[in-house]
Structures are given as structure tokens and as C-alpha cells.
T-cell receptor, first 116, second 110 residues
């Protein structure tokens, strides 16, 4: 069965702290994604990665960085947490596609981060 | 840029039929997905359309018109457990990227 796991379900941090969110998938997927989800705004893409050591900025990368040292693991880093980064963070993975195939994204359970 | 629009909230009665619409503008379109997301949980895949027409899967059907940039998700014989948010997402850039709509929160009433 497909599995995407995230290191924490709930996290409370203080302003200025460095925060690490980890995501692991066991499906040998090439693509991995980090989103944040806020009421009324839907899922917004922060960063994605097509391969090991590869990263691309999404729509809202400011204040975030990522690391992908191994194929199965994609980390999101908040260098200096701020209150406007309080959100639900969702990791997803998908297989690399080259055509019109039914290849969806699989999501982790999410991490609800509160920055005080 | 990429843009997806869907209604924010909908309400329907148990046993009824509801249609959730989605309109989009994207480049390099390569498929439209519908996801279901219960409160506090991750989105889960419901359906996929890449060619025009209707895809049926049990109580759920999804329709796509690429020329109109339009899709809908049809839920029949509504059950209380169908109360959830429904996310429309388009895969673009010829296959690797997804953009999500804001989601439609559906409430099913007894």
C-alpha cells in the first residue's frame, strides 16, 4: 500500500526558531512536493523536487528551503519561523510521467504548525 | 499563470445528487484530478480526466471539457460520510506540476 509519512502531526514553535519538517515515501517516486494549506486559499506549492539533490521553487518559496539528499526523503526547512507561517503543511509524492497517465499525487497526513 | 476556481461551500441532503463545478486556466494541460479531504486529514484521490467526457466510478462521476476549461464532480446517493472538502487539481507543465483549486466544502444534511 502506498505510504507517505510526515515526521510530526502537530508542532508548536516560537518566532525565530529553525523548523524542520520531514517527509518520507516508500513508493520509489521521483517527484516530491511541499504544500501549505490555509482556509480559503487551498493548497499552495512551496517547493518541489524531481530527483535527488534537485529542487524547484513553487508559488510561495519565500521563507522556506528544502533538501533532498535521498530519493525517499524530502525535508522542508523554515530558517526563521514567523507567525504567518502558521499553517497545515502537506507533503506529496508522484511518479514521473511522460504522457497522459493516471498518475496521481499521494499525500502525507499533514503537519499542523503553530508559530507563537 | 495557472488559475482554478470552485465554489467555496455547498449543502445537500442525504440521498440527493450534488454537482461540484471547477473552472481552470492553465498551460500545458495534462489531466484534471478530484480529491476528497475530510477535516484534519490528507487529500485522497477520487477521479482523473484527461480526455473530454464522463468518467464514472460508483457513486462518483467526473466530467471534463477541455475547450471550456471546465469540469464537474457528480456525487449520487449522498451519504453523511460524503461531508468533506472536494479539491479540483490540474496537472500542467506536461505532467510534473499540480495546481489546486481552493476546495469546495460539502455539507450533507440528514
Amino acid at each position: 500500500d502506498v505510504k507517505v509519512t510526515q515526521s510530526s502531526r502537530y508542532l508548536v514553535k516560537r518566532t525565530g526558531e529553525k523548523v524542520f519538517l520531514e517527509c518520507v515515501q516508500d513508493m520509489d517516486h521521483e517527484n516530491m512536493f511541499w504544500y501549505r494549506q490555509d482556509p480559503g486559499l487551498g493548497l499552495r506549492l512551496i517547493y518541489f523536487s524531481y530527483d535527488v539533490k534537485m529542487k524547484e521553487k513553487g508559488d510561495i518559496p519565500e521563507g522556506y528551503s528544502v533538501s533532498r539528499e535521498k530519493k525517499e526523503r524530502f525535508s522542508l526547512i523554515l530558517e526563521s519561523a514567523s507567525t504567518n507561517q502558521t499553517s497545515m503543511y502537506l507533503c506529496a509524492s508522484s511518479q514521473r510521467t511522460s504522457g497522459r497517465v493516471r498518475e496521481t499525487q499521494y499525500f502525507g497526513p499533514g503537519t499542523r504548525l503553530l508559530v507563537l | 499563470g495557472q488559475n482554478i476556481d470552485q465554489p467555496t461551500e455547498m449543502t445537500a441532503t442525504e440521498g440527493a445528487i450534488v454537482q461540484i463545478n471547477c473552472t481552470y486556466q492553465t498551460s500545458g494541460f495534462n489531466g484534471l484530478f478530484w480529491y476528497q479531504q475530510h477535516a484534519g486529514e490528507a487529500p485522497t484521490f477520487l477521479s482523473y480526466n484527461v480526455l473530454d467526457g464522463l468518467e464514472e466510478k460508483g457513486r462518483f462521476s467526473s466530467f471534463l471539457s477541455r475547450s471550456k476549461g471546465y469540469s464537474y464532480l457528480l456525487l449520487k446517493e449522498l451519504q453523511m460520510k460524503d461531508s468533506a472538502s472536494y479539491l479540483c487539481a490540474v496537472r500542467y507543465n506536461y505532467g510534473q506540476n499540480f495546481v489546486f483549486g481552493p476546495g469546495t466544502r460539502l455539507s450533507v444534511l440528514p
